[in-house]
């Protein structure tokens, strides 16, 4: 007898269709999976062999082959187990083929016939086309976040058989965890002072600007860059799904409802290696922290302690919003549209800056800075050095603009860009600036001021005008930018070159 | 005449000849120029030996490893007269004087010995004089007003810009600056003689006049020994090893009529050089600095000490008793406007960031930025690495 199951493996982000057919025969006793399985996906056998005997069904005496199609894609993971018992279940009699007609199955098998939980479930239903899914009970939320099938839970095999056969109601799905109070995310009411750094965050959030904040330990970088994402308005539809497809492939923990809205926030150590950073691996391709903070904010803390060879693997995703890891055996693409927000020391010793008490010889300040190539800072819209705040404003100065206040800016700006077409100002398309951020005569004379006395390139020209837009548009004033626009945005991008050119 | 010039040809034995004859007709400079490179030779105990032998002689004493022989060396080479004298000795079997000679004659270096009639005359009366000086560029250099300019390499903006300002206009009146061509000011205070095209520079190294250091300031050493002279103690080949540089100090010192220092920390090696200076009876001025700059703390306290400011070369010109100053242009940039003026009061004469601009004014960043911009347009101000500076 024969039957085939679907399901569905992971690829990357990206969940492929599955068939698992299944092969009883008479014959020598045996047991053997085809079609590319890895070392997890090998194991299934002695898992479903021991999960049916415990269920208390018996295990055929004859040969059993089970062929992974299409046999050209390399399967892994363990969620197959549960389609393999399945199919065995049906190709040897026990449950009528036409039970589970119009149903996929995605689970890990326990020896005692439980069905345990696989990471990656979203990606895996999103590539389903079936109209029922059935996924253990721990995944319901996250299947139920694709929301195009029917997703049935069952927390042991023989319970899910006795549903199939119609024995048994199926099982209810676990009750969603209670919501916890909504994590307070850090609010800017806190940030005391600071005008230029709220600035900077807030353009940087509205704009979708990446932002460099340099100063001294305790000047609050730290403070300022964890307040961006409060900032960023709920994530939508498409870039939802997408976010929750990554952190689902990733094993990430899913919030309560399994949909992310809320734009994830990344800090990843300085430690990171290029593959942790920018996702691979060889057996199974996992997405790096750039494609986990995917419509969110990638923090580099300590950007100058990162290794020169990773900071530089970030220029091309902030290019192009996805990053391509080619390995011999496949070669996938994450999506990687993220805010970057880095912090660093102006030099070792965190005291830099000219007159001030900096203990570095100045060849160590060199290498330091040197460590941010030209080309990965110039992708900086925003460069800001922050100093420490003053006593008085830190202990009695007024508490700031909250949060909520800062957001309602922040989310009119994103409307008047999604007006343009684009995201966020970042990406306006440099042929139709003078169109979208036409500039005032004012604002003109002082960028070609600046163009032709060589501190400003025709490239940092561009980006001036994007920053320019998104502060004219915080300010609420429509039409050319002005002076004053460009004015801010040339302040909120010092050159952070090496402190010393050649004496 | 000792140098290269003319008498390389009969003077420069072949490598082959050099081997065998191990150099019978080499003039005096020879043997002192491979003397000056053996190990542990400070300026102190080649001055002791050359002083007790003749320059062939002492080759040969020091090469049987008797270097120590007399009391006046043995004196000069405490705590281990012994020791050194075997170091010497068996460094002086690597060495072939004859290749030593060839090697300066070929890169155009001079060498002179104290005694040698174009030993500079300043030197020669001074109590710690170099045995042999190395050189090279124009010796007519040294003849005319001279005046160093000395200070930290880690310098602000503030002290670069008048180290410069003063190279130039010292230059200009003439004044031969003297310096150290390290990082910083005294890199500084040569570029602005050499931008002025007047009076030739002098920098004294501490490494050999072949061994470029730092590295960074290659094409500004090129361009004062092309424009004036370059003067070291050590032989061509000899590493920047951290004893050269308090050495060569006093030699800036010693060549100097008045010693400047632009800028300086508490416990810089300008202060090297100003002790040498007061020990020779020269005129040390200093450059007054921002009370809260680390870097002013030894120019500022040199001033409480009682030494003269420098503000401006006239102080400088005055101090060597020259009157001709030249006259300051009048400052064309215009005034600051009315929003602008309380942002570069803010800013005062310290570098600060954008951040602390808005903080002290408590204005807006977008008035800041707005003003800073007019204020840099203007001249007034200027940014590096996200620190804005007021400019003279």
């Known amino acids: ?77 363990a969620g197959l187990d549960l389609p393999i018992a399945i199919g065995l279940l049906v190709a040897s009699g026990e ?177 990171a290696s ?127 603009e909250p949060t909520a206040a800062v957001a309602a800016r922040v989310a009119a700006a994103r409307e008047l860009a999604a007006e343009r077409g684009v995201r966020c100002n970042a990406e306006l398309p440099a042929p139709r600036l003078d169109s979208l951020a036409p500039l005032s005569p004012g604002a003109a004379r002082l960028l070609e001021h600046r163009l032709r006395s060589g501190l400003l390139s025709a490239r940092g020209v561009h980006r001036i005008r994007r920053v320019a837009r998104t502060i004219a548009d915080l300010g609420g004033a429509a039409g050319p930018v002005a002076e004053e626009h460009v004015c801010l945005a040339l302040s909120l991008r010092a050159e952070l070159a090496p402190a010393e050119a050649a004496a | 005449m000792s140098g290269p010039g003319g008498r390389s040809d009969e003077q420069v034995p072949t490598e082959d000849a050099a081997a065998a004859t191990a150099g019978d007709d080499l003039p005096p400079e020879a043997w002192a120029a491979a003397l000056a490179g053996l ?60 290749q030593v000679w060839a090697r300066h004659c070929q890169a155009g270096v001079a060498v002179w010995l104290r005694g040698s009639p174009e030993y500079p005359a300043e030197l020669l009366v001074d109590a710690e004089a170099p045995a042999v000086v190395f050189s090279r560029g124009d010796p007519a250099a040294l003849e005319g007003r001279r005046a160093a300019i000395i200070g930290t390499r880690r310098c602000t903006r503030y002290g670069r810009d008048v180290a410069y300002e003063l190279g130039r206009d010292l230059a200009t009146a003439g004044v031969r600056i ?85 800028e300086s920390a508490e416990k810089g090696g300008s202060r090297h050089t100003v002790e040498a200076a007061m020990a020779r009876d020269r005129q040390v001025m200093a450059v007054p600095g921002s009370v809260r700059s680390p870097v002013s703390a030894y120019t500022n306290g040199l001033l409480a000490d009682g030494c003269h400011p420098a503000r401006d070369a006239l102080d400088v010109l005055v101090a060597l008793g020259l009157s001709s100053a030249p006259s300051a242009p009048a400052d064309l940039r215009p005034a600051p406007g009315p929003d602008e003026a309380p942002v570069l009061d803010a800013l005062g004469w310290e570098p600060a960031t954008f951040d602390e601009l808005c903080e002290r004014g408590g204005r807006a960043p977008g008035q800041v930025s707005v003003a800073l911009a007019r204020l840099q347009a203007g001249g007034w101000v200027v940014e590096r690495a996200g620190w804005w500076e007021r400019v003279t």
């Not at chain 1, 806190?190 to 460099?212: I, M, P, Y």
């Not at chain 1, 830099?352 to 008490?357: I, K, L, T, Y």
């Not at chain 1, 060849?363 to 800001?384: C, E, I």
């Not at chain 2, 102190?44 to 020091?62: K, M, N, S, Y």
């Open chain 1, 1 to 77: 007898m024969i039957a085939s199951v679907p399901s569905a493996t992971l690829l990357g982000v990206d969940g492929t269709p599955v068939s698992v057919e299944v092969h009883v025969s008479n014959g020598l006793p045996g047991f053997n999976v085809v079609g590319l399985p890895d070392a997890s996906c090998r194991e299934s056998r002695d898992r479903v062999r021991a999960a049916l005997l415990s269920s208390g069904l018996s295990w055929p005496l004859k040969r059993v082959t089970v062929n992974l199609a299409p046999s050209s894609v390399r399967k892994g993971g």
């Open chain 1, 95 to 271: 449950l009528e083929a036409e039970a589970i007609g119009g149903c996929a199955f995605v689970g890990e098998l326990g020896l005692d016939g439980s069905i345990r939980r696989v990471p990656g479930v979203v990606p895996l239903v999103a590539a389903l086309a079936t109209r029922v899914v059935v996924v253990p009970p721990g995944c319901f939320a996250e299947a139920s976040a694709v929301g195009r099938h029917k997703v049935r839970v069952a927390g042991a095999l023989a319970e899910l058989l006795a549903a199939l056969r119609g024995e048994a109601p199926w099982p209810d799905p676990p009750a969603p965890a209670p919501v916890p109070a909504p994590a307070a995310e850090p609010d800017m009411a806190d940030v005391r002072g600071q005008a230029v750094g709220r600035t900077a965050v807030e353009v940087s959030a509205a704009g979708g600007h990446h932002l460099l904040l340099s100063g001294p330990p305790g000047a609050g970088k730290t403070m300022l860059a964890r307040r961006v994402p409060g900032l960023l308005p709920p994530l939508d539809g498409d870039d939802a799904l997408t976010a929750t497809r990554i952190h689902s492939a990733a094993a990430v923990a899913l919030p309560p409802g399994g949909l992310i809205v809320r734009p994830p926030f990344r800090a990843p150590h300085h430690g």
């Open chain 1, 274 to 400: 290029a593959v942790a950073l920018i996702g691979g691996g060889t057996g199974h391709m996992r997405p790096g922290e750039i494609s986990l903070s995917h419509g969110g904010v990638l923090f580099m803390d300590e950007m100058c302690e990162f290794p020169a060879s990773v900071l530089d693997a970030l220029r091309q995703p902030l290019e192009e919003g996805v990053v391509r890891v080619c390995r011999a055996r496949a070669s996938v693409s994450f999506p990687a549209r993220f805010l970057l927000v880095g912090a660093t020391n102006p030099c070792p010793c965190g005291e830099g800056g000219p007159g001030r008490a900096c203990r570095c010889p100045p060849a160590a300040r060199q290498r330091y800075g040197r460590r941010l190539s030209g080309p990965l800072l110039d992708r900086f819209d925003l460069r800001v050095v922050v100093s420490r705040p003053d006593a008085a404003s830190v202990l009695a100065g007024p508490a700031g």
């Open chain 2, 39 to 98: 190990p542990a030779m400070g300026p102190g105990r080649l001055r002791a030996v050359l002083d007790t032998w003749a320059p062939e002689e002492a080759w040969a004493v020091v090469a049987a490893g008797a270097g120590c022989s007399r009391p006046s060396v043995a004196l000069a080479c405490r705590p281990d007269p012994a020791g050194i004298a075997a170091l010497w000795r068996v460094a002086a079997r690597r060495v072939v004087p004859a």
């Open chain 2, 178 to 262: 003297v310096s150290g061509l390290a990082l910083g000011i005294d890199g500084a205070a040569h570029r602005g003689a050499l931008s002025a095209e007047g009076a030739p520079p002098v920098a004294v190294v501490g490494s050999g006049l072949d061994v470029v250091y730092p590295p960074a300031h290659r094409s500004l050493w090129e361009q004062v020994g092309g424009a004036g002279l370059l003067v070291s103690e050590a032989p061509l080949g000899a590493r920047p090893e951290p004893w050269r540089f308090p050495v060569r100090n006093r030699v800036i010192a010693a060549l100097a009529e008045v010693v400047v220092v632009v």
